[in-house]
């Protein structure tokens, strides 16, 4: 039989209990973060597009590259 310590494993779950409570709360807040991030890109495109439509300073190439380092598509 294994030997227990109850007050160690007792501890042990307080701890776990903590973490898991954490963990939901960090991945809240990640949620929230990719949010903003996906409206930021949203409006980087848009205006990168008002740009090229309006002055021609950027071609469509050149607005699909800046789309993939947006979305982190790495092409390398």
């Given at each position: 039989?294994?030997?227990?310590?109850?007050?160690?494993?007792?501890?042990?779950?307080?701890?776990?209990?903590?973490?898991?409570?954490?963990?939901?709360?960090?991945?809240?807040?990640?949620?929230?973060?990719?949010?903003?991030?996906?409206?930021?890109?949203?409006?980087?495109?848009?205006g990168l597009r008002l740009i090229r439509d309006n002055y021609g300073v950027l071609d469509k190439y050149g607005i699909d590259i800046l789309d993939?380092?947006?979305?982190?598509?790495?092409?390398?």
């Amino acid at each position: 039989m294994i030997d227990v310590n109850y007050n160690e494993y007792k501890e042990t779950i307080a701890q776990n209990m903590k973490l898991i409570v954490e963990n939901h709360d960090l991945k809240q807040e990640i949620e929230k973060l990719n949010k903003e991030v996906e409206k930021y890109k949203k409006r980087c495109l848009t205006g990168l597009r008002l740009i090229r439509d309006n002055y021609g300073v950027l071609d469509k190439y050149g607005i699909d590259i800046l789309d993939d380092i947006l979305n982190g598509v790495d092409k390398e």
